[in-house]
Every structure is written in C-alpha cells, then in structure tokens.
C-alpha cells in the first residue's frame, strides 16, 4: 500500500509540472498573439493527462518492476522527477497539446513552438547515440515528403505542418516513419468523413492537420 502510495505521489507531481507547465505555454501563447480561452486550454490538459498516464506505463513503471518495488525510495522517486529525459518528455507533451488546440483555432502552428520540438528531438536524439543517425534521417524523410504533399496539395498541408514533422522525425527514427504517415492521414480521413456527412464542413473547407499529426505520433511512440 506505501508502495502504491508513492507511485500515485510521483504521478501527481509529473502531473503539476504538466498543470504548470499549461499555464506557462498559456501566457507564451497570448504573447504570440495566440489568444484562446482557458477553458479550451482545460481540454488540451486533459490529454495531457491522459499521455502522461501512459507515459508512466511505458517509462516510469519498467523502472520500478514488481519485484523491485519493495525497495521504492523517495530517492528512486526524485531520480526520475530530475531526469532530463523524463522532464524533456514533460515538456514536448505540452508543447504537442498546445500545438494541437492553436492549429485547431488558428489553423496554424507557431515557429517558436516548432523550433521548441525540434530542439527537443535533437536532444532526445543525441542522448541515443546508438539511433542518432536514423532520428536524423527520419526527420529529414518526413521533412521532404511533406514539403512535398505541401506543394502537390496546394496548401492545404501547411509550412508549419512541414516544420513540425521535421522534429518530429527526430523521436521516431526510421521504423516510425510509415506508421507515423499511416496513423495520420488515416485519423484525418475519418474525421474528415464524419465532419462531411455531420455537414459540419464542405470539401472546399481546410481541415487542421497538426492534431491529427500529433495524435499519430503518440499513438506510434506508446505503440
């Protein structure tokens, strides 16, 4: 039960800095020029909150096995709270939900945010050095395959879709190149067909990508 009790306490801490974070990115965003209300920022916490459930199960919990539980500190606890990766992750959790809601209002992505992913994916690269030229090629694929949908689609794919998939790439290497585009475009198409047939949109209408892009990133990263 103690033992429980601490896993649930490291949870609700992570899930304060996600909280505090939120509102950091919040007032980021109104600087920007991005003006949302914090009701709708609710919404993109929300899922955060659920990633972060599932962050738990795939980062926190291998860590912590059964059979090592007995011997849970609060010192094993602060170690993964300061692991750079862990609190990386954190962030770039944030950052995706925030992306998310301002492409979904403004139907478009900031480069400061953009250049904040890619930041972050060159650091969770580089801290893999056994992977770090496949994060790179990864990033330099969707890179031009979206660059190029861009252009064939006249616009309908956005520069700071291109830019986003950039970073990306850096996450997923080579191996979630395809599942990554797969998911994507798949979510898209569904959405789409239900938002035509609600006549909610009409075919001539934009569709905001960045959230279906960044929903097949999890769904490939705790696939």
Known sequence: MRRMAKLLFLFLVSLAVVVGLHKAFYAWSRKLSYS?????????????????IFLFDRWVLPVFQPQALHSLTWGDMFRVLVDPSFLAFLVLVVVLTTISLIDYLYYEIPNEYNALVFVLG????????SSWGQALLASLVLFGLFFVLMVLTKGQLGAGDVKLVAGLGLFLGTSGILPFFVYSFLLAAL???????AKKKKRTDR???GPFLVAGFFLVFFG
């Open 122 to 129: 060159l650091a969770w690269a580089f801290s893999r050095s």
């Open 36 to 52: 949302y209300e914090w009701a709708q920022q609710s919404w993109a916490l929300l899922v955060s909150g659920v990633i972060l």
């Open 207 to 209: 569709l905001p990508f």
């Open 191 to 197: 959405v789409s067909v239900f938002l035509l047939m």
